[in-house]
């Protein structure tokens, strides 16, 4: 199985920051990666896809990169509606795995 | 509009039975690959198993082999996920998810939540 080390596990931010989240797979997925946001309570919306690829409909202060095994999101200036948990997903291979969740806390 | 309802969450004792079903509306359910997703309370997001859009090809994840069980009715545009031997660890809430063509799960249910207790 590909393991997604996300990190870090939590950041804490103020308004206007640009912030960085980072999954490492363990092995190369090529693009097949994509980001998702989860707000207490409801399903996870997904933001980015093929790593950089920016979701329909998401503001574009989000962006992916990476490509094998290093992969990154930015949120370029954090807003007040943007805190929450994100994710990363891994669709190389079967059993698909996220990473382990990135809580963004307000500073 | 891509909607996906979850039903059939609720209480089972442990070694008990649920089916978890998943009504799709809004795209041609037969040709794209569905996933079930799994949350437990307090954590993080776990996939469970996957379908092709023919229903012949599935995947679990380890931890549910043997005791789950995906399937789908193109017919009814619904998917399904049978739980048997329920343990205290399945307890979560269920998604189920669409795949699109280019991988990734862009769209998803709400949820049901599965509790198995005594």
């Known amino acids: 199985d590909i393991q997604m080390t996300q990190s870090p596990s939590s950041l804490s931010a103020s308004v206007g920051d640009r912030v960085t989240i980072t999954c490492r797979a363990s092995?190369?997925?090529?693009?097949?990666l994509g980001w998702y946001q989860q707000k207490p309570g409801k399903a996870p919306k997904r933001l980015i896809y093929?790593?950089?690829s920016l979701q329909s409909g998401v503001p574009s202060r989000f962006s992916g990169s990476g490509s094998g095994t290093e992969f990154t999101l930015t949120i370029s200036s954090l807003q007040p509606e943007d805190f929450a948990i994100y994710y990363c997903l891994q669709h190389n291979n079967y059993p698909l795995t996220f990473g382990g969740g990135t809580k963004v806390e307000i500073k | 509009e891509v909607q996906l309802v979850e039903s059939g969450g609720g209480l089972a004792q442990p070694g008990g039975s649920l089916r978890l079903s998943c009504a799709a509306s809004?795209?041609?359910?037969?040709?794209?690959?569905m996933t079930w997703v799994r949350q437990a309370p307090g954590k993080g997001l776990e996939w469970v198993s996957g379908?092709?859009?023919?229903?012949?090809?599935?995947y679990y994840v380890d931890s549910v082999k043997g005791r789950f069980s995906i399937s789908r009715d193109n017919s009814k545009n619904t998917l399904y996920l049978q739980m048997n031997s329920l343990r205290a660890e399945d307890t979560a809430v269920y998604y189920c998810a669409r795949m699109d063509d280019g991988g990734g799960l862009a769209y998803w249910g709400q949820g049901t939540l599965v509790t198995v207790s005594s």
């Open positions: 093929a790593a950089s």
């Open positions: 379908i092709g859009g023919g229903g012949s090809t599935t």
């Open positions: 809004g795209f041609t359910f037969s040709i794209y690959v």
């Open positions: 092995q190369g997925i090529r693009n097949d």
